[in-house]
Every structure is written in C-alpha cells, then in structure tokens.
C-alpha cells in the first residue's frame, strides 16, 4: 500500500517519548491514538510529523491503528536537531495562565532549562509538572521545535542561588532599574541563566542578595514596568538576539 501525503500533513505533528531512527517503529499512547486517529481521521498509510526531542523530526507512517494504541513507522528524517543555547530560566510561577504562556514562549523562543523558584512575594507555592512538561510539548509540537526544555520542580530563591552552578552567569531582570549601565551587547557569550521575580517584585533583602552575588549581572529591560510574564519574553529575546543563536 502507498503512502498518502495529505494535505494537512504539516497540522499533524507529535512529540513522541521513543527514539526516532529509519525504519524506527513507534508505539503510540492511549491520547496519541485518539488525537491521530479519532480527531484527525488519519488512516493506515497516511503520514504525520513526530520528534522525540533529541533526534529531530521525522516523516512516519501510520502501520497499525486500535482504539488505545497503533504504530508508526519512520521513513525519513525531515529536520536535524536543534537544540537551543545553554541558557536557563528561573521564574516565579504566576496564575495559571500566565504561567503557562511563560512556558510556552521559553519553548518556542529557545531555553534548555526551567527553573520556577519561590520568592517573598510569589503567590503559588506549587504547581504540576506534568501540566507544564505538557504545554512545552504542546509548543513544541505547534512551532515545529525539535527540543523540550526540562522544567525542575519548584525551589526556594535561596536554595536555587545556593546550588547556582559556578562556570553559569546570572542575568538579574531588576524591575526598579529604570536604565542600566551594564547592556546586552556588553555581555560575553557562554553559559547564562535569566532570573525573572513575581509580580510584587522582589523584596529588598532578596535584591541585596542578588546584587552581593559576583555571578550575578544586573539589566534593566527599559523605562516602562512590565508584567512578569512580558519580562521574561522580553529578556529571553534580548538574550537571543546578542548571546544565543539568532
């Protein structure tokens, strides 16, 4: 039987938790299954686009279809991996969705790590990993990225700072520097982490210990207040464009 090409194939794109090589076969999941075969009422022999976020993507073919699972089968690789700059990003979670939107973006602009910390002034004290390893694959998946940044369980600021790695620089998004000495174009390139606080900003004892930190380089990301979730779109940018890989 031949391979249907469909022309929709490109909406239909998976990240799949199994290693993708040719003539690799693929198990699908329960929702997998549903979505492909139920939703999209794709059928054997069509094609999607899968990636496991670490061998790029890859062009496969559906070989076997049943209500909880199916089967797919590699044919050729369509895109190498990319994986982004060893850049970090330390946030303080936010309502929900504000926080989803955080993670999204950092997934599709391109950081290799999340980190959420708990400041003074953050109000959630949780959150569900699963929920936001879902909505980076879900990024993944709809901006055509290959990679999927880890998100590590919340930490408290000052246990993140104590355990901060000593060969990684921190860039330190201060709300109230209005116009900073230190610009992104006068950094050096290399292993860097942005730090993005709460919506109340952070306290001056945290501020105080931030700033007494040699690793730390603090920026200001303009004269006009941003929310949290725009900071750290904004950072992650500015980053990109003077230190990563645009």
């Known amino acids: 039987m031949g391979h249907r090409l469909s022309s929709d194939m490109n909406k239909i794109r998976v990240f799949v938790d199994h290693t993708l090589g040719e003539a690799q076969s693929v198990p699908l999941n329960k929702d997998q299954a549903h979505y492909i075969f139920s939703v999209m009422r794709k059928r054997i022999g069509d094609l999607i686009l899968i990636f496991d976020g670490n061998n790029g993507e890859w062009l496969a073919s559906i070989n076997e279809i049943s209500k909880k699972n199916g089967t797919l089968l590699c044919i050729k690789q369509t895109k190498s991996q990319i994986n ?32 959420p910390i708990q400041t003074e002034r953050t109000n959630a004290d949780r959150i569900r990993i699963d929920r936001l390893n879902a909505h980076a694959r879900e990024a993944a998946e709809q901006c055509g990225g290959t990679y999927i940044p880890k998100i590590l369980e919340i930490q408290k600021l000052n246990e993140a700072l104590k355990n901060f790695p000593s060969d990684r620089k921190l860039l330190f998004c201060d709300e109230e520097l209005k116009q900073s000495k230190v610009k992104f174009n006068s950094l050096t390139k290399g292993k860097w982490s942005i730090l ?35 900071a750290a779109v904004t950072a992650i940018s500015l980053w990109q464009n003077y230190l990563g890989d645009w």
């Open 196 to 230: 993005i606080g709460p919506e109340g900003g952070f306290s001056d004892i945290e501020r105080n210990h931030l700033l007494a930190l040699e690793f730390t380089h603090r920026i200001s990301l303009g004269p006009r207040v941003l929310r949290a979730d725009t």
């Open 84 to 115: 982004p700059p060893d850049l970090w990003l330390y946030f303080s979670p936010l309502k929900k969705t504000r926080t989803d939107f955080i993670i999204e973006k950092a997934t599709e602009l391109g950081v290799r790590k999340i980190i």
